[in-house]
C-alpha cells in the first residue's frame, strides 16, 4: 500500500482482492475503522484507488470471517466487541492453546516443522524490528496458526484461528505497541525452543504468559 494523490493505493495484479483483504484488515486493527460508522464499497474503493469489485469481495471475505457485518444498501460496519466479550475470547484461548502446545511438546516436532515455524518466527521478527504493526499481527496469526495445525487437527486449527482474528475486532490502541510486539517476537523464539527440547512445562509456562500478556495489550486502552 502507498499513499498516491491522497488515495491509498493499491498496485495493480491478479491479486487486488487479497491486498485490499490485507489492507482493510488492517484498518480494523489499528481501530482506523471504527465499529459505530458505516462504510460503502465506493468509499473504501476510492481510498483504496481501485475499483469496487476487488473491495467488495474483499469486505464479504472479512464478513465471512466475522470481522464485519452487512448493511443492506448501505454499506459495512465493523462487529463491536465488548471487553467482556475479549476477555471471554482469550478465557477460550487459553483453555485451546495452552493444552495444545503440551500435546505438541509431548509428540516432538518433525525437523521440517521446526525449521518452517523458525522461519515464521523469523517474519515476526522482522515486523517487529521495523516496527510495522500491521505486518507483525499477520505474521504472528501464521506463526499461531501454523503452530497449531502441527496436530493435524483442522477443526481446532480453525477454531483458534476464528477466535484470534475476533480478539482483532478490538482494535489495536495501546501506546506501548511496538514494546508489545517486539516482547511477542522474542516469546515465539523461547517457546520454539523448549518445543525443540519436548521441554512441556516450559513451553506451556511461556504460552500461557503469552496469551495473558495479549489479552492485557488488547484490552488496554479501551472503554468497557
Excluded at 521441554?199 to 468497557?224: F, I, K, T, Y
Aim: aromatic share 4%; hydrophobic share 45%.
Amino acid at each position: 500500500m502507498v499513499r498516491q494523490g491522497g488515495a491509498l493505493s493499491l498496485m495493480s495484479g491478479p491479486s487486488l482482492r487479497e491486498q485490499a483483504r490485507k489492507v482493510i484488515r488492517g484498518l480494523i486493527i489499528t481501530g482506523q475503522m471504527q465499529a459505530d460508522q458505516l462504510y460503502s464499497v465506493p468509499r473504501l474503493a476510492t481510498e483504496l484507488g481501485v475499483s469496487a469489485t476487488p473491495v467488495r469481495e474483499a469486505l464479504l471475505d472479512l464478513a465471512r470471517e466475522g470481522l464485519l457485518e452487512p448493511v443492506r444498501n448501505r454499506g459495512f460496519r465493523v462487529v463491536a466487541l465488548s471487553s467482556k466479550e475479549l476477555n471471554d475470547i482469550f478465557a477460550i484461548r487459553v483453555l485451546l492453546e495452552v493444552p495444545s502446545v503440551a500435546d505438541i511438546a509431548r509428540a516432538g516436532l518433525a525437523p521440517a516443522q521446526l525449521a518452517e515455524l523458525r522461519e515464521l518466527a523469523a517474519a515476526t521478527k522482522r515486523a517487529a524490528d521495523a516496527g510495522n504493526l500491521i505486518e507483525f499481527l499477520e505474521t504472528d496469526r501464521t506463526f499461531h496458526v501454523g503452530l497449531i495445525g502441527t496436530l493435524g487437527n483442522k477443526p481446532l486449527t480453525e477454531l483458534v484461528e476464528t477466535l484470534r482474528d475476533r480478539v482483532r475486532l478490538r482494535g489495536f490502541k495501546n501506546a506501548s505497541g511496538r514494546e508489545y510486539i517486539a516482547q511477542s517476537a522474542a516469546q515465539h523464539f523461547q517457546l520454539l525452543d523448549f518445543l525443540s527440547k519436548q521441554d512441556e512445562a516450559g513451553a506451556v509456562a511461556v504460552m500461557r504468559r503469552h496469551l495473558e500478556r495479549s489479552q492485557q495489550v488488547w484490552d488496554d486502552g479501551h472503554d468497557a
